[in-house]
T-cell receptor, first 112, second 117 residues
């Protein structure tokens, strides 16, 4: 089982739609969770951290279910500018240090 | 000012050559990383250094040798390049957020696209 698995996508939605991405992770000891966004031929950038209680940032809502090892991202009122690849990211800690492990990403295309 | 800068941005070379990619961060972060993003867009960690010391090596072939002369720099040298090394290599840095176990937000460089012919 991969460390971080995401919906394969792509998601093609019209402007204004609500879209949800799911992610599961295999390491129950993971402590930190994030969603990153990557535009075509650009570097990944932090979209938002994900907290146990769930958190919202404008049109974006992230949820974490530790028992199910499941993370979600909800985007409301999609904009054309939301078109990108969304990467689910989970921390992995060992004796040496902490690494952030990325999922393969889910591509979102918002059309007018 | 660019926070994490990598050079070169593009690199085209022949199989068997040796090449280096340089990375510098001016964020004052303690930890730096190299990630590889292949043609299928999968972003995979390769190495991590904390204050010039190697802390993570993700079973990367010995042909890849990272070097960190100081905590602001992490260079990647690749010997005997192979076709499968073609990818975008991203440098990143992070600083653990005080009081939050394991939390480390990454800041990435713009990437170095390596093409091996």
């Amino acid at each position: 089982r991969k460390e971080v698995e995401q919906d394969p996508g792509p998601f093609n939605v019209p402007e204004g739609a609500t879209v949800a991405f799911n992610c599961t992770y295999s390491n129950s000891a993971s402590q930190s969770f994030f969603w990153y966004r990557q535009d075509c031929r650009k570097e990944p950038k932090l979209l938002m951290s994900v907290y146990s209680s769930g958190n919202e940032d404008g049109r974006f809502t992230a949820q974490l279910n530790r028992a199910s090892q499941y993370i979600s991202l909800l985007i409301r009122d999609s904009k054309l500018s939301d078109s990108a690849t969304y990467l689910c990211v989970v921390s992995r800690r060992n004796q040496a240090g902490t690494a952030l492990i990325f999922g393969k990403g889910t591509t979102l295309s918002v059309s007018s | 000012d660019t926070a994490v800068s990598q050079t070169p941005k593009y690199l085209v070379t022949q199989m068997g050559n040796d090449k280096s990619i340089k990375c510098e961060q001016n964020l004052g972060h303690d930890t730096m990383y190299w990630y590889k993003q292949d043609s299928k867009k999968f972003l995979k960690i390769m190495f991590s250094y904390n204050n010039k010391e190697l802390i993570i090596n993700e079973t990367v072939p010995n042909r890849f040798s990272p070097k960190s002369p100081d905590k602001a720099h992490l260079n990647l040298h690749i010997n005997s390049l192979e076709l499968g090394d073609s990818a975008v290599y991203f440098c990143a840095s992070s600083q653990v957020i005080q009081g939050i176990t394991g939390a480390n937000v990454l800041t990435f460089g713009a990437g170095s696209r390596l093409t091996v012919l």
